[in-house]
């Protein structure tokens, strides 16, 4: 079954304790993506990486960091969470359509906590 | 960062009932999507659009481009329980990345 997972579902910390979400695809997408949804500011990008080992900022990448080792993964890292990174987050991928739109398949989401 | 305004950002209405949502924006972009996410799920792309004007329609949901592609909306006939949930615009300039609307919460009560 063509997925994207996650994991951990979720997840309570503490501040300041590393921590790192796992995104895993086997669609063979180029794109992956990760974002945060936070109530009434809809989803907004963090990190995406167009292919292994290009990686680039979204719009809120403070805080955070990824890496793009191989195709498949994408893991997202808080080296030091703070509570204002409490928040839900997806992971995504993507092909590129004709037109070069991309049609995003979304995880299941990490709902993350930090105390 | 080009904005994505959705309205209403709440809706409630009764079963039966017919509703559009709105996502506007000042940008002009290539294509548009419309994504909705169910409660504990992430978003699930319904339809692009991508020329000025274009109507789609997937069954009882009818999206249309706004002809300046600047606008789209989402219109419902008949709306069932399981229309219930967040529904995203998202738009799309050629070779970026997608921006997401702010979200229109839909509930459909029996």
């Known amino acids: 079954e063509a997925q994207v997972t996650q994991n951990p579902r979720y997840l309570i910390t503490v501040t300041g304790k590393k921590l790192t979400v796992t995104c895993s695809q086997n669609m063979n997408h180029e794109y992956m993506s990760w974002y945060r949804q936070d109530p009434g500011l809809g989803l907004r990008q963090i990190y995406y990486?167009?292919?292994?080992?290009?990686?680039d900022k979204g719009d809120v990448p403070e805080g955070y960091k990824v890496s793009r080792k191989e195709k498949r993964n994408f893991p997202l890292i808080l080296e030091s969470p703070s509570p204002n990174q409490t928040s839900l987050y997806f992971c995504?991928?993507?092909?590129?359509?004709?037109?070069?739109?991309?049609?995003?398949?979304f995880g299941p989401g990490t709902r993350l906590t930090v105390l | 960062t080009q904005l994505l305004e959705q309205s209403p950002q709440f809706l409630s209405i009764q079963e039966g009932e017919n509703l559009t949502v709105y996502c506007n924006s000042s940008s002009v972009f290539s294509s548009l999507q419309w994504y909705r996410q169910e409660p504990g799920e992430g978003p699930v792309l319904l339809v692009t659009?991508?020329?000025?004007?274009e109507v789609k329609k997937l069954k009882r949901l009818t999206f249309q481009f706004g002809d300046a592609r600047k606008d789209s909306s989402l219109h419902i006939t008949a709306a069932q329980p399981g229309d219930t949930g967040l529904y995203l615009c998202?738009?799309?300039?050629?070779?970026?990345?997608?921006?997401f609307g702010t979200g229109t919460r839909l509930t459909i009560i029996p």
């Open positions: 659009v991508v020329t000025g004007g």
């Open positions: 995504a991928s993507s092909f590129f359509g004709t037109s070069g739109y991309n049609e995003q398949f």
């Open positions: 990486s167009m292919n292994v080992e290009v990686t």
């Open positions: 998202a738009g799309l300039h050629v070779g970026e990345k997608l921006t």
